[in-house]
Nanobody, 123 residues
Framework: VQLVESGGGVVQAGGSLRLSCASPRRTFSNNAVGWFRQAPGKEREFVATISWRGGNTRYAESVSGRFTISRDNVRNMVYLQMTNLKAEDTAVYYC?????????????????WGQGTQVTVSS
């Protein structure tokens, strides 16, 4: 499963961005998909995950209430809507497909990763 992220960019604090994750060569409709991020000098951290049908979602406390993960299995896409962005949200954001239908916050549960998209929030 090859994943491709898009939608990153530079935005002012308080602004919004929507990230997209596509799997152009193979469906990931049976896999949970997660978003992770990594800021310079920091470890990769969990952001959000969504189950294979979208019925279960989970968020990191730092983004809960501001970010929304969703998926469209017909289009084979997963999205991360980010609102009220803060400077501390600046990072490279990665989407990842889990080995199973329900994801977790652990990167080790995810077998397939994209190359990442940069999000920069200016204060």
């Amino acid at each position: 499963v090859q994943l491709v992220e898009s939608g990153g960019g530079v935005v002012q604090a308080g602004g919004s961005l929507r990230l997209s994750c596509a799997s152009p060569r193979r469906t990931f409709s049976n896999n949970a998909v997660g978003w992770f991020r990594q800021a310079p000098g920091k470890e990769r951290e969990f952001v959000a995950t969504i189950s294979w049908r979208g019925g279960n979602t989970r968020y990191a406390e730092s983004v809960s209430g501001r970010f929304t993960i969703s998926r469209d299995n017909v289009r084979n896409m997963v999205y991360l809507q980010m609102t009220n962005l803060k400077a501390e949200d600046t990072a490279v954001y990665y989407c990842a497909a889990a080995r199973s239908s329900f994801g977790s916050s652990s990167p080790s549960d995810y077998a397939y990763w994209g190359q990442g998209t940069q999000v920069t929030v200016s204060s």
